[in-house]
């Protein structure tokens, strides 16, 4: 392929070259293409000097007034330049006798740089210049100048010359365009190598924002192309997985009848759905690769514990795979809770545990004598042997990303079978987004609580209001025999500092509220100490709970009835919901306390309104998406979900419906041109399902 050559066939590209290029992802003459420009100056015109406003970049032309040296705190040379139209002061911090000699009065020059306010009049700081005669009329630019992204060692003049290099070969016509024109005749896109001509070199009357922002066609067919690639890849990866075998998991379903039989509510509705929609994929012969989507304490744990008993009935072993260690353990004490009466086993792995008990709990595993695993990432590691693994449960999967999801179905195939995977979400993913970032796998969603809780209300109040605050935790501990929880959050990441927050705060709540038992809990108590700690809560003989955000998510005691957020201006909005989520389990009406500290920045404030208004995590999503984007909703930015090089999935949302349109048709029309679609965007293993 002539535009996968690589980038050493340009002029002015050798090894090292190549080197730095490579920092910016830039490989071939194609890389180059898409790296798109992140703004452009405009060079095609002269403005007249009158008519300049503070911030913007241009092209001036004008005679030299007066120069001089200025003496001050710091020495520069001043020009001011006039075109008749209005005078501007050229300012030089650097500057050589020659140059100054060659800036006398009369000259003309032409300059480009930023128009700033300066003590006087306008300036320009270190504009680029150059001297122009009188009669000579000096050439201007044909097209808008880009600005690329650049990086130590590769100028962007350099850039510039290399994508002009590489536009010329575009020009002639070899790039090949994936995107058959019938294709893209109903959207109204350009060609591939129109949309490229048109973001590199744009004509000087293009809407430069727009070009920038994704509005133009031109933008968004490179944008839609790189979606559809992502898509691709993904369906891709969905279709692969279901070549593989699975374990037939043929039940008679006593266990499950029992399991349900010993919980003290009937599932809802919406249980029962997403418990059936899991039962038909278990019965089909390729493995179930399935997104189970609820707000937090719309009981997906049960749903787990339904699909978990299902396949250790037909003689499978269950891992259940949560983020953090308390929520493991939560997980654990459940998971017990349900399974120990009936007979089986639980294995349970995790970072903290001690060499003789790790043993203990892999020779479970590898026996099959335990049933099922609960754990933290340490289930991944290589020790773990599984018997016979049948499912795979994750939790909380926006703490995961596709990578890792994939390192586990392989750590869990044997003899050519790979078990079915469960993934559960409190992050209510928008459907659109799901499509793109999740096309790998099928989704359920649970809409609805379990009935008789009560919404939970949520006050927003200053932390110079705390006394009004403790003496609201006094009535609802002291006087209504409720529990409470009062987090302390920090911005440093550091968890000592966050542990003296909370152990200051639990010295004042001990003093201030001598009538009530007080626990504190932070990351860095034994994880026997923690349980101990959570256990005594969990059995009413603690009030309340002083915590730092280790208790964000899995802890469930439904006599707690208020939450305590302190500095809650320091966390996400998803993290806010899944603390809030604490409280409002029961059938009491709870209620959630966000103190602040001031000033509140804009996001800060729109975060805790947002809580306020709402309990609905759907709309909290949605929000969020708004407010942060959806590379940090979906946690991508750690764990690389989707790496997007144009696609911005917040922006560029529109464009998903229409992605998942065309794939349909480019799959079923030009299956040929899916393989290079994909190379060309994710190249270099990045393809999912290269782990
Ligand atoms: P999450 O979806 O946030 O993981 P959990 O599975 O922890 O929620 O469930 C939250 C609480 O609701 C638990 O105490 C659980 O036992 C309870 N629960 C789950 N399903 C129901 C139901 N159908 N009716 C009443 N309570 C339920
Ligand atoms: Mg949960």
Redesign the pocket.
């Known amino acids: 392929m002539a535009f996968d050559v690589s980038l050493t066939a340009l002029k002015g590209v050798g090894p090292r070259m190549a080197e730095r290029l490579e920092r910016l992802g830039l490989r071939s003459v194609e890389d180059l293409l898409f790296h798109l420009p992140y703004k452009y100056q405009d060079r095609t015109r002269v403005v007249a000097i009158g008519s300049l406003q503070p911030g913007v970049e241009a092209v001036i032309e004008g005679e030299i007034e007066v120069c001089d040296i200025k003496f001050g705190k710091r020495r520069s040379l001043l020009c001011r330049m006039g075109d008749g139209s209005g005078s501007i002061m050229l300012r030089f911090f650097h500057f050589s006798a020659k140059q100054k000699q060659a800036l006398e009065r009369g000259v003309r020059l032409r300059c480009y740089g930023e128009v700033r306010r300066g003590p006087v009049m306008l300036e320009m700081v270190h504009p680029e210049y150059r001297q122009v005669g009188d009669e000579m009329v000096t050439p201007q630019e044909e097209y808008l100048t880009p600005v690329y992204p650049a990086t130590d060692g590769v100028a962007q003049k350099t850039l510039r010359q290399l994508a002009v290099q590489a536009l010329n070969l575009l020009r002639q016509g070899e790039v090949k365009d994936y995107l058959p024109p019938e294709l893209l005749a109903s959207s109204g896109l350009p060609s591939l190598q129109q949309a490229l001509l048109e973001v590199h070199q744009p004509l000087p009357d293009t809407p430069v924002f727009e070009l920038i922002e994704g509005d133009t066609p031109a933008r968004q067919r490179l944008v839609l192309e790189e979606l559809l690639a992502h898509h691709l890849s993904l369906r891709q990866l969905r279709h692969k997985a279901q070549q593989d075998a699975a374990p037939l998991l043929k039940p008679t379903g006593l266990l499950r009848k029992k399991i349900l039989a010993a919980?003290?509510?009937?599932?809802?509705a919406a249980?029962q759905r997403v418990i059936a929609e899991i039962d038909a994929d278990l019965a089909q012969p390729f493995p179930m690769q399935r997104l189970v989507q609820?707000?937090?304490?719309?009981?997906?744990?049960?749903?787990?514990a339904a699909a978990a008993v299902h396949a250790i009935e037909a003689g499978y072993q269950v891992a259940v795979m949560a983020p953090t260690e308390l929520l493991a353990e939560?997980h654990r004490y459940?998971f017990s809770a349900w399974l120990q009466p009936l007979g089986l086993k639980i294995a349970w792995l995790s970072g903290k545990q001690g060499i003789k008990q790790r043993r203990e709990n892999l020779a479970l595993l590898a026996s099959g004598e335990a049933a099922l695993a609960v754990g933290t990432h340490a289930l991944f590691q290589d020790e773990v042997v599984f018997d016979q693994l049948g499912l795979v449960v994750v939790?909380e999967q926006h703490k995961f990303g596709v990578h890792q999801r994939l390192a586990l179905r392989e750590k869990g195939s044997r003899d050519g079978q790979v078990p079915h995977q469960l993934i559960?979400t409190?992050t209510p993913i928008p459907r659109t987004l799901a499509m793109t970032a999740y096309a790998d796998l099928d989704n359920s969603i649970?809409d609805e609580?379990?009935?008789?809780?009560t919404p939970v209300e949520t006050v927003v109040i200053s932390g110079e209001r705390r006394a009004e605050v403790v003496a609201r935790v006094h009535k609802a501990c002291g006087e209504e025999g409720r529990q409470a929880y009062w987090v302390c959050t920090l911005i440093e990441e550091s968890e000592v500092l966050q542990c003296q927050a909370a152990e200051e705060a639990a010295t004042m709540l001990v003093e201030a509220l001598p009538d009530l038992k007080i626990g504190l809990v932070h990351g860095r108590l034994k994880p026997a100490e923690k349980e101990q700690l959570m256990a005594r809560f969990k059995a009413n003989e603690l009030d309340l709970l002083v915590a730092t955000t280790v208790i964000e998510?899995?802890v469930?005691v439904?006599n707690a009835s208020l939450m305590i957020i302190e500095n809650a201006e320091r966390l996400g909005l998803a993290q806010l919901h899944?603390l809030r989520?604490r409280v409002g389990?029961g059938s009491v009406s709870s209620s959630c306390v966000l103190m602040y500290h001031k000033p509140l920045s804009r996001q800060g404030k729109a975060r805790l309104a947002a809580l306020r208004e709402t309990n609905d995590g759907f709309e909290i999503a949605r929000r969020d998406l708004e407010l942060r984007g959806p590379g940090e909703v979906l946690g991508t930015r750690q764990s690389g979900v989707l790496r997007l090089r144009i696609a911005d999935l917040e922006r560029d949302q529109g464009l998903l419906p229409e992605v998942g349109r065309l794939a349909n048709e480019l799959l079923q029309r030009w299956p040929g041109q899916v393989a290079p679609l994909i190379d060309r965007w994710l190249g270099d293993g990045q393809r999912y399902g290269d782990v």
């Open positions: 919980l003290p509510f009937a599932l809802t249980q609820g707000d937090v304490g719309s009981g997906k744990t049960v749903v787990a939560q459940n939790d559960m409190a649970i609580l379990p009935p008789g809780r998510v899995g469930d439904p899944q989520g389990r």
